[in-house]
């Protein structure tokens, strides 16, 4: 499967965010390995929420207008278990920015 067929089916609602992994993408909870040294709790700790509304805003909305559908899909028993999942996931989507992704995280668990 190809990942635009994946994506289109995450978009969709039919695939859970946890299997966007399909076909060699990015698998939530994946750390890249330039970010290893960054803890779950560290992500969305230096996070700026306010900052990751913007950036959500400007970089995220077009194609992902509800923040909370999302965040429903998102699976971890806890904040930091999620921050890892979204971290592993943002960092193969469109932000290859360490901070721009822990201030997307914290806006998003602020939710």
Do not use: N, W
């Not at 194609?63 to 806890?78: F, L, Y």
């Amino acid at each position: 499967m190809t990942a635009r067929v994946v994506m289109a089916a995450f978009c969709a609602g039919l695939v859970p965010v946890m299997a966007l992994g399909a076909g060699g993408g990015a698998k939530m909870g994946d750390t890249p390995v330039e970010d290893a040294e960054t803890t779950q709790s560290e992500t969305a700790a230096e996070g700026d929420a306010a900052q990751g509304e913007t950036l959500y805003e400007e970089s995220c909305a077009e194609c992902h207008s509800s923040p909370s559908r999302i965040m429903r899909r998102v699976e971890g028993e806890d904040d930091a278990a999620r921050a890892q999942a979204l971290e592993g996931f943002l960092a193969d989507h469109h932000a290859p920015e360490a901070q721009d992704r822990r201030d997307i995280i914290a806006y998003l668990l602020d939710l």
